[in-house]
């Protein structure tokens, strides 16, 4: 784990903020907001990780360089409001790094309302010369938390299938990267085909199917800060969807037995297995609620793919989703508020929402083939892949919950089954 330091450096007074997104309404307009270069060695790039992040949420509109009334505003004064304002500037961010005597970077930045001439937010940050892109995720997080009063989303990792070569015969790898695209790196050789990959809620470890030719797949936990591995359950028929508990501590799967298939749960620690349903269909995808009392999972027991809850000891369920098509792959928010789905119908695939008990159900996006919703850890936004088809592969996209902003998430290659890491700060 990364050694972080912050402080707070804010003005001894300040005034009332005025600086707010409100993001309930889902008709916000994105702010206008201008970020100077850091000031120092190393200092352009934490600022243009800190622009591209807030860029990238669609919540923010960062003014071009170009427009900047001020090239360099110092960094112990207050900036010329009047001039930011004339450029329609609402929000200003300056920054600038040093170095202290120990050899770690000290980053610093304050936020300004330029509306009401205040500062808002101040802190500094102290650490390895190497950790420079994280702390602009960091300062990235505390901006964005601070004007929209949701959780931050920056200073986070997503694990995904890398997928390359001809679609008849795909390599397909386990991959890792910064949530913006950047830092690369793959976590298996291609040797063996990997699928759905589920990050811990609270932990650097992810669990994974994986498959070698002529044996049953296997569900993996693989620790990414060591890199040890370990299988998961001793079941001879296949096993999948595996997904962590919210305390890391038990994994949900679904194992499969002749033509159906069941729920279990494993304790990592001692490897004592419960089972959770008891039908003649196929019942997959289990998801725990934040809390880890219910679990969400989808099934055909009706007639057609739906999705049901049930509590986390194991039961009948009950039917949650009731329109047209079908539903599948439901993923439960962070914040308990609301459960993702793919759902199919109408010659296409949709990402979805619906609230926890089943209504208010929502499409925030449609298309051919879009998959595997994986939530933010803000709850706020959700990540999937899209395949147009032919000889074409998947894509990651991300969407937040209004619907209103989607975009791509840039990959090497063909990329599939996105998992969110929960905030590198917050992870044990």
Do not use: C
Request: glycine residues 12%.
């Amino acid at each position: 784990m990364l050694a972080l330091a912050g402080a707070s450096l804010l003005a001894p007074v300040a005034a009332r903020a005025e600086l707010v997104i409100d993001l309930r309404g889902g008709s916000f307009q994105p702010l206008p907001i201008a970020i100077a270069d850091f000031a120092g060695e190393g200092g352009v790039l934490v600022s243009g990780v800190v622009t591209n992040n807030l860029k990238r949420s669609g919540y923010f509109a960062p003014i071009d360089k170009g427009r900047h009334p001020e090239k360099n505003p110092p960094f112990d004064a207050a900036p010329e409001f009047g001039a930011w304002k004339a450029a329609g500037v609402q929000a200003l961010v300056t920054g600038r790094v040093s170095r202290d005597g120990s050899g770690r970077i000290k980053a610093e930045f304050r936020l300004w309302d330029v509306t009401t001439g205040t500062q808002t937010d101040g802190q500094q940050y102290f650490t390895d010369p190497n950790n420079a892109r994280r702390v602009g995720h960091i300062i990235s997080d505390a901006i964005f938390t601070k004007i929209t009063g949701v959780g931050g989303f920056f200073d986070t990792r997503v694990v995904f299938v890398d997928e390359s070569g001809p679609k008849e015969n795909r390599r397909k790898r386990l991959a890792i990267m910064d949530q913006d695209g950047a830092n690369v790196r793959y976590l298996t050789d291609g040797s063996v085909s990997v699928v759905t990959p589920r990050y811990s809620p609270v932990s650097q470890e992810v669990t994974y199917m994986s498959q070698r030719m002529g044996e049953q797949p296997r569900v993996h936990v693989l620790n990414i800060e060591t890199g040890q591995r370990q299988i998961v359950g001793n079941f001879p028929d296949m096993t999948s969807s595996p997904r962590f508990s919210p305390n890391g501590a038990r994994i949900a799967l679904s194992l499969q037995q002749g033509g159906n298939a069941n729920l279990y749960s494993i304790d990592i620690g001692s490897r004592t297995t419960m089972r959770l349903t008891s039908t003649g269909a196929i019942d997959t995808s289990p998801s725990y609620s934040p809390d880890g009392t219910q679990i969400v999972f989808e099934s055909d027991r009706g007639g057609s793919q739906q999705l049901y809850v049930m509590s986390a000891g194991g039961g009948e369920g009950k039917r949650l989703s009731f329109g047209q098509g079908s539903y599948s792959q439901p993923t439960w928010s962070p914040r308990g508020d609301l459960i993702a789905f793919t759902k199919r119908g109408s010659g296409g695939f949709a990402i979805g929402v619906m609230r926890s008990d089943g209504s208010g159900e929502r499409l925030l996006t449609e298309g051919f083939h879009n998959e595997a919703p994986n939530w933010a850890p803000n709850g706020q936004y959700i990540m999937f892949f899209r395949d147009p088809g032919g000889q074409s592969g998947g894509k990651l996209y991300m969407v937040d919950i209004t619907g209103r902003v989607e975009i791509p998430v840039p990959t090497p290659a063909f990329a599939s089954d996105p998992t969110w890491s929960p905030l590198l700060t917050a992870a044990r």
